[in-house]
């Protein structure tokens, strides 16, 4: 069966936000796009981190502290694999080419008897090369 690549899954109208996005400009794209995590892009359109759900309400959990705290989202737009509601997809050239969320993932496996069926046998039809079909003895 086929192996699906990141761009088989991937979402491709991506929803960002700018790194100086207010808290509320955030939340509201994320609720109005139906989202858990949203880019973080500069100037440039070029990805610099991710902030999602579960950022945004430690930042509503923290509100009350007091004394000085860094910029934010800057300082909560995150690379790293903890941001994992969602991962974005980078082109060449630095700008989000799309974005997989776990619905994403699980749309792949959301298939008909029949869509299933139809891959079995294309796949088994074809040789590994999939340019030509093989020929197999009739009983």
């Avoid at 619905?103 to 008897?113: K, V």
């Amino acid at each position: 069966m086929k192996r699906l690549t990141v761009a088989d899954v991937m979402t491709r109208a991506v929803v960002t936000v700018t790194e100086d996005a207010p808290f509320a400009e955030i939340a509201d794209a994320m609720t109005e796009h139906r989202i858990s995590a949203v880019p973080v892009v500069d100037g440039d359109d070029r990805l610099t981190g991710i902030v999602t759900e579960a950022d945004l309400l430690h930042k509503q959990e923290r509100k009350g502290e007091a004394g000085p705290r860094p910029h934010w989202p800057r300082r909560h737009a995150r690379t790293d694999a903890k941001a994992r509601a969602a991962l974005p997809v980078v082109g060449d050239d630095g700008r989000p080419a799309g974005i997989v969320a776990r619905r994403d993932l699980l749309r792949a496996f959301h298939r008909s008897d029949a869509e299933i069926r139809d891959e079995v046998v294309r796949d088994l039809a074809y040789d590994h090369d999939d340019t030509r079909p093989t020929s197999y003895p009739r009983a």
